[in-house]
Nanobody, 122 residues
Framework: QVQLVESGGGLVQAGGSLRLSCAAS????????MGWFRQAPGKEREFVGAISWSGGDSYFAGSVKGRFTISRDNAKNTVYLQMNSLKPEDTAVYLC???????????????WGQGTQVTVSS
């Protein structure tokens, strides 16, 4: 069982940056691939990015590629999402996820966090 708690969301102006954190419980964190998804009001949940268990590989949705980066610190059981050049369309609840499979560049989640709100004003 893995429990995930996100933090770092907030209100930012367009063009600004935010860094989200996701703290995981459990001693098996380093064996999981980690990822981020987002869900805007009235829209389906969408994949944002993922990082392999070692941190050696990362994957991103086309809409955020070049603007967002993912990193992880296995010693701290934490994964980060650095978001730069934010746009109003990035406004959503961002959810952290853990899984054992990355299929076609997309994480297949087994566990979810509760989410943290990111709002980008124009």
């Amino acid at each position: 069982q893995v429990q995930l708690v996100e933090s770092g969301g907030g209100l930012v102006q367009a063009g600004g940056s935010l860094r989200l954190s996701c703290a995981a419980s459990g001693r098996t964190f380093s064996t999981y691939a980690m990822g981020w998804f987002r869900q805007a009001p009235g829209k389906e949940r969408e994949f944002v990015g993922a990082i392999s268990w070692s941190g050696g590989d990362s994957y991103f949705a086309g809409s955020v590629k070049g603007r967002f980066t993912i990193s992880r610190d296995n010693a701290k059981n934490t994964v980060y999402l650095q978001m730069n050049s934010l746009k109003p369309e990035d406004t959503a609840v961002y959810l952290c996820a853990a899984g054992t499979v990355i299929m076609a560049g997309r994480l297949e989640p087994d566990y979810w966090g509760q989410g943290t709100q990111v709002t980008v004003s124009s």
